[in-house]
């Protein structure tokens, strides 16, 4: 069966300071893979999602960043934080047949 | 940028009655999707109904697409507490890779 794992599942930052967060699939290959991003009490925004290793397509970020290194890995990257980035962040992988997606717990990300 | 909008943004019933949910979208879609999320968790997929079709069952949960209108609607029959919890329709276009949601509307269903 497939799984989905992100970590870490908190994290608090002060501004400027560098961010990873790191999402990994099991059970499946080649998934789209999807970053998105909810602030409180709010929808879903999409920032990133990616159909292969090392293909990228950005929605929103200025100063957020994604990578693919491996199939199963996906990764949200910033150099330096600012206050608006703080959200909850969901990172997801897309069932081809069905198309639906399968979500990870989430990283709760504040910066202050 | 989103593509659906849930209305209402928030309901609140009592248990064993129906909760309506609806949600509008804006441009072609190639399948609509409606997902569930417990408060600070993911989301977990409920149901999914494409273009083609106009209504669709799942349990206790009916779903139906008016691709004229743009818009979907989503039901729960008989609630129950355990429903409670932010309800989310996500789009799928055509020939495209990305899912768009909307804001979501929050169900509180009172025991």
């Known amino acids: 069966s497939q799984t989905i794992h992100q970590w870490p599942a908190t994290l608090v930052q002060p501004v400027g300071s560098p961010l990873s967060l790191e999402c990994t699939v099991e059970g499946t290959s080649n998934p789209n893979l999807y970053w998105y991003r909810q602030a409180a009490g709010r929808g879903l925004q999409l920032l990133f999602y990616?159909?292969?290793?090392?293909?990228i397509s950005s929605e929103v970020p200025q100063n957020l960043s994604a990578s693919r290194p491996q199939d199963r890995q996906f990764i949200l990257s910033s150099k330096k934080l600012l206050l608006s980035d703080s959200g909850f962040y969901l990172c997801?992988?897309?069932?081809?047949?069905?198309?639906?997606?399968?979500f990870g717990e989430g990283s709760r990300l504040t910066v202050l | 940028s989103q593509q659906g909008e849930e209305d209402p943004q928030a309901l609140s019933i009592q248990e064993g009655e129906n909760a309506t949910m609806n949600c509008s979208y804006k441009?072609?879609?190639?399948?609509l999707q409606w997902y569930r999320q417990n408060s600070g968790r993911g989301l977990v997929h409920l149901i999914l109904?494409?273009?083609?079709?106009r209504e669709k069952h799942s349990g206790r949960l009916r779903v139906t697409l008016d691709t004229s209108k743009k818009s979907s609607s989503l039901l729960i029959t008989a609630s129950r507490a355990a429903d409670t919890a932010s309800y989310f329709c996500a789009t799928a276009l055509y020939n495209n890779n990305d899912m768009r949601f909307g804001a979501g509307t929050r169900l509180t269903v009172k025991p």
């Open positions: 441009t072609s879609i190639n399948n």
């Open positions: 997801a992988w897309r069932a081809t047949y069905t198309g639906e997606l399968f």
């Open positions: 990616s159909v292969g290793i090392g293909q």
């Open positions: 109904i494409r273009s083609n079709e």
